[in-house]
């Protein structure tokens, strides 16, 4: 049964840092592209960031461009997302997707999400 | 980016109704379409893939159709436990892009 454990989410002050993290398992996750999405309270869902399989290629939102990073463990199955410079409009809940074997695939399994609250 | 537009935004059904709704996208994306369900409280299950692919394991009430531009995803005989926001994504190009939802409640 594939897994995904989402744990990190904190109330932050605006300009903090805050690092996300997705255990996974049930599946070969070194065998497959891995997502973060969001949803801020009351509203639709936003894609984040996107990484593939081996971790070689990196893909951001514009909205969090320059202040997220996204990365891997393979050996630890488990992906991760490091978040700089956090603003109010970064509030959100965050989901960790499985993706497809390529970036450009749905997101065929989710977690539960990690809120992440950023207000002084 | 390619924008995907859902409409309705809301639709009250009642149980056994056959229920449809559309979701536009703002350029071609061949059939790299996807729909999802989020029942309140939960997170997002995929439940259509490549605009017509039923995910294992979803009922077979669920369908989707469609291509180029205009999609569409059906439920044929409305079950109780179908109360949740629909949300279709594209994945032709990056960035991946969700419409912005179409709430479903029961009458």
């Known amino acids: 049964e594939v897994q995904l454990l989402e744990s990190g989410g904190d109330l932050i002050q605006p300009g903090g840092s805050l690092r996300l993290s997705c255990a996974a398992s049930?599946?070969?996750?070194?065998?497959?592209?891995m997502t973060w999405v969001r949803q801020a309270p009351g509203k639709g869902l936003e894609w984040v960031s996107t990484?593939?399989?081996?971790?070689?290629?990196?893909h951001y939102a514009d909205s969090v461009k320059g202040r997220f990073t996204i990365s891997r463990d393979n050996s630890k199955d488990t992906l991760y997302l490091e978040m700089h410079s956090l603003k109010a409009e970064d509030t959100a809940l965050y989901y960790c997707?499985?993706?497809?074997?390529?970036?450009?695939?749905?997101?065929?399994?989710w977690g539960q999400g990690t809120l992440v609250t950023v207000s002084s | 980016d390619i924008q995907l537009t859902q409409s309705p935004s809301s639709l009250s059904a009642s149980v056994g109704d056959r229920v449809t709704f559309t979701c536009q996208a703002s350029?071609?994306?061949?059939?790299?379409l996807s729909w999802y369900q989020q029942r309140p409280g939960k997170a997002p299950k995929l439940l259509i893939y490549?605009?017509?692919n039923l995910e294992t394991g979803v009922p077979s009430r669920f369908s989707g159709s469609g291509s180029g531009t205009d999609f569409t995803f059906t439920i044929n005989s409305l079950q109780p436990e179908d109360i949740a926001t629909y949300y279709c994504?594209?994945?032709?190009?990056?960035?991946?892009?969700f419409g912005q939802g179409t709430r479903l409640e029961i009458k």
């Open positions: 990484i593939t399989s081996s971790g070689s290629s990196t």
């Open positions: 490549d605009a017509f």
């Open positions: 049930g599946f070969t996750f070194s065998n497959y592209a």
């Open positions: 350029q071609d994306i061949a059939n790299y």
């Open positions: 997707a499985k993706t497809g074997p390529t970036i450009l695939s749905s997101f065929d399994y």
């Open positions: 994504q594209q994945y032709d190009n990056l960035p991946h892009t």
